[in-house]
């Protein structure tokens, strides 16, 4: 244990907007160990996100590699793995492979599995979710807390910024959080086609069609892209855009990533809020609730400002 790691894995196969705030741990662990071998243990729906990431040098893609979790991490000589979001299988599996450092939260009936048990309740929030990903290297190996890098999909942007500006709406949500009405987006798409002459496009995932609707019934010169976009398609629209509006969901991370500006909007319980879950760039405007966590305190004069405070 005292051994400096040769191959370090990090297991994630959640949500996209979680690989986002999850892929920094790879910067910390490059500047950390600059000779080990780095290895991301995920599934192929994330590949648009990582196949340009060099600091990556490794991507196991666990629904198409036909070896069981516990072959592949005896197979690969992975000495170290981190869980940034912990399940008992593959946890089960880590211990039963013999991989010699294995960290993971503190607070599971299994951690007993972790040689490291990182003792922090990520829903208090008191760091913001990428910040919890990477303090689990300061904890696994000492030191102070390397800084959080969000790690681009895209080594450049795609396309020059556009002249009217690209302003996406993203009005749908992966459930995780508070929504802002479909119905104030739409306003919001409205003021920005008639104030600034902006190219307004509306994008969703097909089960978001509900919502998309919305937005084009009160702003129908907009584009509708809603199901029509795959992942790779949606990242290169989104670095072409100048600014993005979303409710907490995976594409206001990537567009962060991008460098691309941000409107978020967020409740204020601790678990969902901004704080936590917010884009984590400084070419974001964060719109909250207050209180209570109604979204339509959330004014659409608000939401107006914010992007062209951005812009």
Known sequence: MTQAPSHIAVLRTDRLGDMVLTLPMFNALRSRFPQAHLTLITR???????????????????????????EIL????????????????????????????????GYRW??????????EHRSDASYHEAEYNVRMVSHAFGGKQPPVELVSPRHENVATKSTPPWIIIHPGSGGSAHDWPAERFGQLAKRLSDELNAHIIVTGIESERS?????????????????????????????????????STGVLHIAAAL?????????????????????????????????????????VDAAVAAVKSLL
């Open 44 to 70: 192929s729906y994330v590949r648009p996100l990582v196949h340009e990431a060099d600091v990556i040098d490794d991507v196991i893609y666990l629904d198409e590699d036909q070896r069981p979790l516990r």
């Open 74 to 105: 005896r197979m690969e000589g992975i000495d170290t793995i981190f869980f940034p979001r912990p399940r008992f299988s593959e946890a089960w599996e880590a211990f039963r492979a013999g991989v010699s450092r294995r960290i993971g939260s």
């Open 110 to 119: 299994y951690s007993m599995l972790f040689t490291t048990r990182v003792k």
């Open 211 to 247: 919502v998309c609707d919305a937005v084009m019934s009160v702003c129908p010169e907009a584009d509708d892209l809603c199901g029509t976009l795959d992942l790779d398609d949606m990242i290169d629209l989104i670095a072409s855009s100048c600014v993005l509006c979303a409710n």
């Open 259 to 299: 460098g691309v500006g941000v409107v978020g909007f967020y409740p204020t319980t601790p678990s969902m809020s901004a704080k936590r879950w917010g884009p984590y760039t400084e070419h974001a405007v964060v719109l909250e609730s207050g209180l209570g966590d109604d979204m339509k305190k959330i004014s």
